[in-house]
């Protein structure tokens, strides 16, 4: 996982409630990425950000919000979350210059 | 909708033969790259490809890419138990740093 953690690994939720997920790396990435794996779909992109304080969104951005005010930590908020947001919650990152992702062992999300 | 779209879905092979398995995309990219996730698991990256390049191997694989078709082939030779799982692509696009995957294709190697 080359030092890329995900907290919590597992959560259950309700709807409406809010929720964060955390990445946290150990290797100065510069990017980092939010992905969303549900069957039939793959990975789809939710947010990434390309620095301190720098994010943009990504193939499915409503109803997730992203923060980034250190290079180590990218979180992840659900601000109300709903059953549609059942998924597994897949975190990477990579360094400039390079494209290669390596990615948490992920977050799976039950809202119910 | 999504960048890239991988086939088959789903693979099934015998110990030792090979298995090829296709990414088609939309839009021009930088480069293509094919990802590896076993069941319950993060992904690995396996290979990288730009957009200048035709071919590339390591080890046993060997991936193409054929951008006026924007489409790329991942040949795995002998294949073994171990390369049971799913296996992406995903693109990065020019001047972008968005990087985009595609459904997968999950093979299951047969003993």
């Known amino acids: 996982d080359a030092g890329i953690t995900q907290s919590p690994r597992h959560k259950v939720t309700e709807t409406g409630t809010p929720v964060t997920l955390r990445c946290h790396q150990t290797?100065?990435?510069?990017?980092m990425y939010w992905y969303r794996q549900d069957p039939g779909h793959g990975l789809r992109l939710i947010h990434y950000s390309y620095g301190v304080k720098d994010t943009d969104k990504g193939e499915v951005s409503d109803g997730y919000s992203v923060s980034r005010s250190k290079t180590e930590d990218f979180l992840l908020t659900l601000e109300s979350a709903t059953s549609s947001q059942t998924s597994v919650y897949f975190c990477?990152?990579?360094?400039?210059?390079?494209?290669?992702?390596?990615f948490g062992p992920g977050t799976r999300l039950t809202v119910t | 909708s999504q960048q890239g779209e991988e086939d088959p879905q789903a693979l099934s092979i015998q110990e030792g033969e090979n298995a090829t398995m296709n990414c088609s995309y939309k839009?021009?990219?930088?480069?293509l790259q094919w990802y590896r996730q076993n069941s319950g698991r993060g992904l690995v990256h396996l290979i990288l490809i730009r957009s200048n390049e035709r071919e590339k191997h390591s080890g046993r694989l060997r991936v193409t890419l054929d951008t006026s078709k924007k489409s790329s082939s991942l040949l795995i030779t002998a294949s073994r138990a171990a390369d049971t799982a799913s296996y992406f692509c995903a693109t990065a696009l020019d001047r972008d740093d968005k990087i985009i995957f595609g459904k997968g294709t999950r093979l299951h190697i047969l003993p």
């Open positions: 990477a990152a990579r360094t400039s210059g390079s494209y290669e992702q390596y």
């Open positions: 290797e100065n990435h510069r990017y």
């Open positions: 839009t021009s990219i930088n480069n």
